[in-house]
């Protein structure tokens, strides 16, 4: 049981890749019911832990098969008090589950990792509020205020790092990087963007991650973009903006339907992998630091898969020596349509 006590082995130059859409997997796939959408609570039983366990294996046994490093992100997105407390969580049981939830990955860590595999674990963290809708929002002493507790839970684990996913508004992303900070753990901050390239509250893209950047003296490892299709945002990285090189993760969904459309289906839309894998190796010739890639909503094994292929055959991280920078810029457009 070890920590990564130095720097992240992500922020190198190999790929790293992570997992797909966990909840809409055990939705859809596994058949089990979420409340609130919490997949943690699936820790409460031994057939639901067995099932975390079963899915983020054979997300370990791929990076083996590729020779990927791997970020292994905890079922925790919805282990935060205003969530957690719905389903009949207090703090004390709520402590319990972000904890059991980093022993279960450390126990997948101590059985797959291998020197061409390193795995990092990752505490996942979500937003107090609609990860769609940026209402009710904190200002940021409120937000680290409010995250502090889950991240000291986190820090005090086997987790080398947190990350916080489908942040809306800037707020809410500076509170967590300041309680990572003060507990002295490596954060990623993840934002998610509607259909036109913005976050949910209006704000852009480049003014959250120099925002927080600004306000937390760059101490965040990197910063990701989940929860949208490639075609929502592309255009936002068109022009490799020089902020874009903090961006070092992605995980799409699957669908290019809004998130007021996702919010109202009653379907799984899983899209094309194969587009899906095309699409991120277009994104990655804008985004100079992107190596870890997994999913989101919709996705699954299959997509996670044929974008590490893409990226292997494409990117330099394999042997292949077919090269996607050769592309035109018309033809790297044409990937979005």
């Excluded at 209402?135 to 086997?158: I, K, L, N, W």
């Excluded at 929860?227 to 799409?252: E, K, M, Q, Y």
């Amino acid at each position: 049981m070890r920590k990564y006590q130095k720097a992240l082995p992500q922020l190198g130059d190999r790929l790293f890749m992570t997992d797909g859409g966990l909840e809409t997997t055990l939705i859809y796939h596994g058949g089990f019911e979420l409340p609130s959408f919490a997949a943690f609570d699936l820790l409460r039983s031994p057939g639901g832990t067995e099932a975390l366990r079963d899915y983020f294996e054979g997300y370990a046994r791929m990076a083996r098969r590729y020779e990927l490093g791997l970020v292994l992100e905890s079922p925790t997105w919805r282990a935060n008090p205003d969530w957690a407390s719905r389903i009949g969580y207090d703090a004390a049981l709520l402590a319990a589950a972000n904890a059991s939830s980093i022993d279960m990955l450390q126990e997948i860590r101590d059985t797959y990792e291998t020197p061409t595999t390193p795995i990092v674990i990752s505490g996942n963290i979500g937003p107090r509020g609609d990860g769609y809708v940026a209402d009710r929002r904190m200002t940021a002493r409120q937000a680290y205020d409010y995250h502090a507790p889950q991240v000291e839970t986190f820090a005090a684990s086997d987790a080398d790092m947190v990350a916080a996913f489908t942040m809306n508004y800037v707020e809410e992303a500076i509170g967590v990087v300041k309680a990572a900070q003060a507990h002295a753990t490596p954060v990623a901050i993840s934002f998610t963007l509607e259909t036109d390239g913005r976050l949910p509250s209006g704000e852009t893209l480049e003014h959250a991650i120099m925002k927080t950047d600004a306000e937390t003296a760059l101490y965040a490892a990197y910063y990701m973009i989940n929860c949208a299709h490639p075609t929502h945002f592309a255009h936002v990285l068109a022009d490799n903006p020089p902020w874009s090189c903090r961006i070092r993760g992605l995980r799409a969904n699957a669908s290019t339907r809004s998130h007021a459309e996702l919010d109202a289906s009653t379907d799984l839309d899983a899209g094309d992998p194969e587009k899906l894998a095309i699409q991120y190796r277009a994104l990655a010739e804008v985004l100079p630091a992107l190596n870890v890639v997994g999913g989101c909503c919709g996705t699954d094994d299959r997509h996670v898969d044929r974008i590490c292929s893409v990226l292997i055959a494409s990117q330099g991280f394999g042997d292949s020596s077919t090269v996607v920078g050769t592309a035109s810029p018309r033809a790297r457009r044409s990937m979005f349509t």
